[in-house]
């Protein structure tokens, strides 16, 4: 499975982005679709998560301002940030399961300036 996201870049605070992340390969195994993100120095966390039937899980911190969102026939899952804070800034990454395999996309940068 190979995952490529898009969508990240620059921001400011209380701003809005969308990031895109388009699975291929031997899609028909996918699981759960989710994203991560890794700030400097911190570790990776889990923001949201969707599962194939769309049972959403969702990071604290960003509760009530992100949405996670998965076009199943497309195999691709979208995370909309709304309201961002200069704490989202980080390596935002798209992650998937298939099979007992972890599998990761290259990160796409998200920054929010104050």
């Known amino acids: 499975v190979q995952l490529v996201e898009s969508g990240g870049g620059v921001v400011q605070a209380g701003g809005s982005l969308r990031l895109s992340c388009t699975a291929s390969g031997s899609v028909f195994s996918i699981t759960t679709m989710a994203w991560y993100r890794q700030a400097p120095g911190k570790q990776r966390e889990l923001v949201a998560a969707i599962t194939n039937g769309g049972d959403t899980n969702y990071a604290d911190s960003v509760k009530g301002r992100f949405t996670i969102s998965r076009d199943n026939a497309k195999n691709t899952v979208h995370l909309q940030m709304n309201s961002l804070k200069p704490e989202d800034t980080a390596v935002y990454y798209c992650?998937?399961?298939?099979?007992?395999?972890?599998?990761w996309g290259q990160g796409t940068q998200v920054t929010v300036s104050s």
């Open positions: 992650y998937t399961k298939s099979w007992s395999q972890n599998y």
